[in-house]
């Protein structure tokens, strides 16, 4: 059992990043995936990144990579996701998530067991 807790949402103008946290409460956090989603207004919820606690292997979803940065520090049990050159469009709330799997790397929402409440990250033009 986990517990997920994200923080670092806000305002930002476009063009500009901000860094979000998901601190991570739990034992045996080698045997997790952690992923960041997002879901905006009216759209499904949407794979970003997913990165391994062992190994730091990642994957990222296509319309992102090169813009957004995953990464994590085991010490602190904390998960990262770096925002740079945000637009309008990357409106939406953003998830952290847990998958129990720490051998493959899942971008579909329903593969993840854990969920944190969301930090809504809102981008003006």
């Known amino acids: 059992q986990v517990q997920l807790v994200e923080s670092g949402g806000g305002l930002v103008q476009a063009g500009g990043s901000l860094r979000l946290s998901c601190a991570v409460s739990?034992?045996?956090?080698?045997?997790?995936?952690m992923g960041w989603f997002r879901q905006a207004p009216g759209k499904e919820r949407e794979f970003l990144a997913v990165?391994?606690?062992?190994?730091?292997?990642?994957y990222y979803e296509d319309s992102v990579k090169g813009r957004f940065i995953i990464s994590k520090d085991n010490a602190r049990a904390t998960v990262y996701l770096q925002l740079n050159s945000l637009s309008p469009e990357d409106t939406a709330v953003y998830y952290c998530?847990?998958?129990?799997?720490?051998?493959?790397?899942?971008?579909?929402?329903?593969?993840?067991?854990?969920w944190g409440q969301g930090t809504q990250v809102t981008v003006s033009s």
């Open positions: 990165i391994k606690w062992s190994g730091s292997s990642t």
């Open positions: 739990g034992r045996s956090l080698s045997f997790y995936a």
């Open positions: 998530a847990a998958n129990r799997d720490r051998w493959t790397l899942y971008t579909t929402a329903d593969e993840y067991d854990y």
